[in-house]
């Protein structure tokens, strides 16, 4: 058995999470109030709702990894899933996904630059451990709840691809008839 991820795989993880917190970041720059709380409907979250959403789950899914996944029983093999087919699943929009409580927007953060500050905070100490790690992460697994189990580079590799999820959903919005113009 391995000890840690391979070299490939921590660069390729490391890519995935500095490039996709930049694409957010520049998603999320330059916003007005309106275009940040716009909400087409009830149903539909606001971009402000979805920073938040990813800033939840950027917070709680670097801890579960080093402290359950980490400390749950070995497992003798790496899984059979593909992690390119992980990434396109999660990263896709074709099928909706209910967010888990703790996950859900609430309104923890008032200002723009505050939940931005705490998601990039966020992204910055996973990347510094996907930099320093040496958990063996292809050999310790923890559940999704829609995505079944994950290994703890997966769960990485979903982070990354869950952010695209979001920065589409951003998109949509922004390319919604009604969505407001910049001032």
């Known amino acids: 058995m391995e000890s840690t991820i391979s070299p490939t795989e921590r660069n390729t993880a490391l890519h995935l999470l500095q490039s996709r917190k930049e694409m957010l970041f520049s998603a999320l720059s330059g916003l007005a109030e309106e275009q940040w709380r716009f909400k087409p409907d009830a149903g539909t979250w606001s971009i402000a709702e979805i920073a938040e959403h990813l800033t939840a789950v950027e917070t709680f899914v670097p801890g579960m990894i080093q402290a359950r ?8 093999e790496t899984l059979e899933s593909n992690d390119l087919a992980l990434q396109t699943r999660v990263a896709g929009r074709r099928n909706k996904v209910q967010a888990s409580e703790m996950a859900r927007p609430k309104g923890r953060f008032q200002r723009p630059e505050d939940l931005i500050a705490a998601y990039c905070a966020a992204r910055d100490k996973t990347i510094a451990y996907v930099c320093a790690t040496q958990d063996d992460l292809r050999h310790h697994v923890g559940s999704h709840p829609t995505l079944g189990v994950l290994d703890g580079y997966q769960w990485l590799l979903f982070l990354a ?7 589409l959903q951003i998109q949509e919005l922004q390319a919604m008839p009604e969505y407001p113009a910049k001032p």
Do not use: L
Request: hydrophobic letters at 25%.
């Open 161 to 167: 691809a869950h952010t695209d999820r979001h920065i």
């Open 69 to 76: 996944i980490q400390s749950s029983e070995p497992i003798t």
